[in-house]
């Protein structure tokens, strides 16, 4: 292959593998909007903390499968105690109050990251299993990478088959649709909203740990990634987890042939890409709210 | 004696109190006396959108942090300006930049406004960090010459010395606030409390809902470019951290409802406690914001009208219990 087509396709997966975890983050973000109405403003936050708790779980077990499972759920748990006994308490308040105190947690827990692992950057190395470049049809590519897009998909998949497959995932649907109308029905919304923020809390855990290794731990990591995600959210449509999805590969696609053809606009890149979508189209590309 | 003379008793004391400061204080405390100055206008112009409003910004730092930078630049650049052109300069670029965004940000409220400020806020922040050429991104722009004050013929203050400057900020600052007040006690002012709670029926009464609040975010995107301009030439260093990072627009948030997002005076009270807060405890630990942050929380759970709500309701309760006490008299 020509090295123009080989820097292309290397482009588009780096894209590829950015928009994916881009989606695990906004789709917890996308659904906690739909359900409260509000930008969970600390949702990157959790990302960030997963990230941590998996250098510590590391350094404890050794092992980075366990790692895998186990800081991205001690990040769910964390979500559903700030959902239980912070969010609640203020939601029949309204939704000033509610990212008033989203962007309190949001300081907390950058403050406490601070205290307890200090503001360095913390390696985490690729596991052995993973680590190196993998051939695909004559183009060297890492393989880490490969499977956090193999990971992504995976989680997806299985994410999609509940969400729109079983009961719970009807419930689910209906709650951001709807959550009055639902608590009218019978359903115990409470417990459905602590239980969405938990596993939207649990997903940002995922792409945390995920992209540790790659990005090296430290407490700056998720700012772009939270802002990334907050851009997929407005631009795919307020809820909708569909939208979310497209805008985030699209993003991530973005992001990957901007850094390589206009590296210094790249960042600037999305936002443009949002005031310019938001003029045409102000309630996203599949949303029906403002 | 009147409640209006005993207002103005307290007014005129607070005033000579704030002339006679800067001849009991060191330098380093002249110079946390004018930054709390600059917080407490910084966070009136934020309660003007929030209070008063109605409007939620996470980006109010941006027109803070245009004005830092005009000023910054012009005085890089253009030898021989006079000061007040240089913080009029602050001015008029936090009003620019006001009515940029304000055909976009005018139409929305709500969790929408919060939105979109937090996300040109943002984008004003890395395009200044990316482009080095005219901020110097991280390291920002600095040591530039600070012109003195001039009336030419009359006098000639040098504003290198603290308490000049001092003077001449709080001069500024407060006639900032002044404005901010006499801007609530208009019309226009309780048209703006009508949209805050009612929009659709002010609407119905015949006043433009979204031309009325692009006037009242012009108005506060001017007076927070003026405030960051008195920020610029206090700390002769202007970077895209101090004043257009995400936490340069979380601080007067915090400040405004620490102190009360119901009352006029409440951000100035809030700025104050957190100023005396942060004071305290970087006495004794290192975790300043930590705290600050846990006060908020506790703030946002317990008390939404932050401390002037916490003084009404106690008020409230024992004007109350002393009417009650009056009526049963009465009846024994």
Same mark, same amino acid.
């Given at each position: 292959?020509?090295?123009?087509?080989?820097?292309?396709?290397?482009?588009?997966?780096?894209?590829?593998?950015?928009?994916?975890?881009?989606?695990?983050?906004?789709?917890?973000?996308?659904?906690?909007?739909?359900?409260?109405?509000?930008?969970?403003?600390?949702?990157?936050?959790?990302?960030?903390?997963?990230?941590?708790?998996?250098?510590?779980?590391?350094?404890?077990?050794?092992?980075?499968?366990?790692?895998?499972?186990?800081?991205?759920?001690?990040?769910?748990?964390?979500?559903?105690?700030?959902?239980?006994?912070?969010?609640?308490?203020?939601?029949?308040?309204?939704?000033?109050?509610?990212?008033?105190?989203?962007?309190?947690?949001?300081?907390?827990?950058?403050?406490?990251?601070?205290?307890?692992?200090?503001?360095?950057?913390?390696?985490?190395?690729?596991?052995?299993?993973?680590?190196?470049?993998?051939?695909?049809?004559?183009?060297?590519?890492?393989?880490?990478?490969?499977?956090?897009?193999?990971?992504?998909?995976?989680?997806?998949?299985?994410?999609?088959?509940?969400?729109?497959?079983?009961?719970?995932?009807?419930?689910?649907?209906?709650?951001?649709?709807?959550?009055?109308?639902?608590?009218?029905?019978?359903?115990?919304?409470?417990?459905?909203?602590?239980?969405?923020?938990?596993?939207?809390?649990?997903?940002?855990?995922?792409?945390?740990?995920?992209?540790?290794?790659?990005?090296?731990?430290?407490?700056?990591?998720?700012?772009?990634?939270?802002?990334?995600?907050?851009?997929?959210?407005?631009?795919?449509?307020?809820?909708?987890?569909?939208?979310?999805?497209?805008?985030?590969?699209?993003?991530?696609?973005?992001?990957?042939?901007?850094?390589?053809?206009?590296?210094?606009?790249?960042?600037?890149?999305?936002?443009?890409?949002?005031?310019?979508?938001?003029?045409?189209?102000?309630?996203?590309?599949?949303?029906?709210?403002? | 004696?009147?409640?209006?003379?005993?207002?103005?008793?307290?007014?005129?004391?607070?005033?000579?109190?704030?002339?006679?400061?800067?001849?009991?204080?060191?330098?380093?405390?002249?110079?946390?006396?004018?930054?709390?100055?600059? #917080?407490?206008?910084?966070?009136?112009?934020?309660?003007?959108?929030?209070?008063?409003?109605?409007?939620?910004? *996470?980006?109010?730092?941006?027109?803070?942090?245009?004005?830092?930078?005009?000023?910054?630049?012009?005085?890089?650049?253009?030898?021989?300006?006079?000061?007040?052109?240089?913080?009029?300069?602050?001015?008029?670029?936090?009003?620019?930049?006001?009515?940029?965004?304000?055909?976009?940000?005018?139409?929305?409220?709500?969790?929408?406004?919060?939105?979109?400020?937090?996300?040109?806020?943002?984008?004003?922040?890395?395009?200044?960090?990316?482009?080095?050429?005219?901020?110097?991104?991280?390291?920002?722009?600095?040591?530039?010459?600070?012109?003195?004050?001039?009336?030419?013929?009359?006098?000639?203050?040098?504003?290198?010395?603290?308490?000049?400057?001092?003077?001449?900020?709080?001069?500024?600052?407060?006639?900032?606030?002044?404005?901010?007040?006499?801007?609530?006690?208009?019309?226009?002012?309780?048209?703006?409390?009508?949209?805050?709670?009612?929009?659709?029926?002010? #609407?119905?009464?015949?006043?433009?809902?979204?031309?009325?609040?692009?006037?009242?975010?012009?108005?506060?995107?001017?007076?927070?470019?003026?405030?960051?301009?008195?920020?610029?030439?206090?700390?002769?260093?202007?970077?895209? #951290?101090?004043?257009?990072?995400?936490?340069?627009?979380?601080?007067?948030?915090?400040?405004?409802?620490?102190?009360?997002?119901?009352? *006029?005076?409440?951000?100035?009270?809030?700025?104050?406690?957190?100023?005396?807060?942060?004071?305290?405890?970087?006495?004794?630990?290192?975790?300043? #914001?930590?705290?600050?942050?846990?006060?908020?929380?506790?703030?946002?759970? *317990?008390?939404?009208?932050?401390?002037?709500?916490?003084?009404?309701?106690?008020?409230?309760?024992?004007?109350?219990?002393?009417?009650?006490?009056?009526?049963?008299?009465?009846?024994?």
């Amino acid at each position: 292959m020509s090295p123009t087509i080989v820097m292309y396709i290397t482009q588009a997966l780096h894209g590829l593998a950015y928009g994916m975890l881009l989606f695990l983050v906004s789709s917890g973000l996308t659904l906690i909007f739909g359900m409260m109405g509000i930008l969970n403003l600390a949702h990157a936050s959790f990302f960030m903390l997963s990230a941590y708790f998996s250098y510590s779980f590391l350094q404890v077990t050794g092992s980075f499968w366990l790692t895998l499972l186990l800081a991205p759920v001690a990040a769910g748990i964390f979500g559903v105690l700030v959902e239980r006994f912070l969010l609640r308490k203020v939601h029949a308040r309204g939704h000033i109050a509610e990212l008033l105190l989203t962007v309190g947690i949001m300081l907390v827990i950058l403050e406490l990251v601070k205290i307890f692992w200090g503001t360095e950057s913390q390696i985490i190395p690729i596991p052995p299993a993973l680590n190196g470049l993998i051939n695909l049809f004559g183009l060297e590519y890492p393989l880490y990478r490969l499977f956090i897009i193999a990971l992504s998909v995976a989680i997806l998949g299985f994410m999609a088959l509940i969400l729109f497959c079983t009961r719970l995932g009807k419930i689910v649907r209906a709650a951001v649709s709807d959550a009055e109308m639902l608590d009218a029905l019978g359903v115990n919304t409470s417990l459905v909203f602590m239980l969405v923020f938990g596993i939207g809390t649990w997903l940002a855990g995922v792409a945390g740990v995920a992209v540790a290794p790659i990005l090296t731990v430290f407490p700056g990591m998720a700012d772009q990634m939270g802002m990334d995600a907050f851009v997929v959210v407005v631009v795919g449509g307020l809820g909708s987890l569909t939208g979310a999805f497209m805008v985030s590969l699209m993003l991530g696609e973005l992001n990957a042939f901007g850094i390589q053809f206009i590296p210094k606009l790249a960042p600037v890149l999305m936002f443009a890409f949002m005031a310019i979508f938001l003029c045409f189209k102000p309630t996203g590309l599949l949303g029906e709210r403002e | 004696m009147s409640t209006r003379i005993k207002r103005g008793l307290a007014w005129g004391g607070a005033l000579i109190f704030l002339i006679l400061l800067p001849q009991m204080l060191a330098i380093n405390h002249i110079n946390t006396v004018v930054q709390f100055a600059i #917080d407490a206008a910084f966070a009136v112009s934020l309660n003007l959108l929030l209070g008063y409003g109605g409007l939620l910004s *996470f980006g109010h730092a941006m027109f803070f942090g245009v004005g830092a930078y005009a000023t910054a630049l012009s005085l890089t650049h253009i030898p021989g300006l006079p000061l007040l052109m240089v913080v009029g300069l602050g001015g008029l670029a936090g009003a620019l930049l006001a009515l940029a965004f304000s055909p976009l940000l005018a139409r929305v409220s709500g969790t929408a406004f919060a939105m979109l400020t937090l996300a040109f806020g943002q984008l004003l922040y890395v395009f200044c960090l990316k482009y080095r050429e005219i901020t110097r991104g991280e390291d920002g722009i600095g040591g530039y010459p600070i012109p003195p004050f001039r009336i030419p013929g009359v006098l000639t203050v040098d504003m290198a010395v603290p308490q000049h400057f001092y003077y001449f900020a709080m001069t500024i600052l407060f006639l900032s606030i002044g404005a901010m007040w006499f801007f609530t006690k208009t019309p226009f002012g309780s048209v703006l409390v009508g949209i805050r709670d009612n929009p659709r029926r002010i #609407d119905y009464l015949g006043f433009k809902v979204p031309h009325t609040k692009a006037a009242l975010l012009i108005f506060s995107g001017a007076v927070a470019g003026l405030v960051g301009s008195i920020y610029a030439l206090l700390h002769n260093l202007v970077s895209v #951290d101090g004043v257009l990072s995400i936490f340069a627009s979380f601080n007067p948030i915090v400040m405004a409802y620490v102190g009360g997002l119901g009352s *006029f005076f409440g951000p100035i009270l809030g700025s104050g406690l957190i100023h005396g807060l942060n004071e305290i405890t970087s006495r004794y630990v290192r975790y300043v #914001d930590l705290i600050n942050g846990l006060v908020f929380i506790g703030m946002v759970l *317990f008390a939404p009208g932050g401390v002037v709500g916490i003084y009404r309701a106690a008020r409230e309760k024992w004007l109350q219990r002393k009417l009650s006490r009056g009526k049963g008299e009465k009846i024994l």
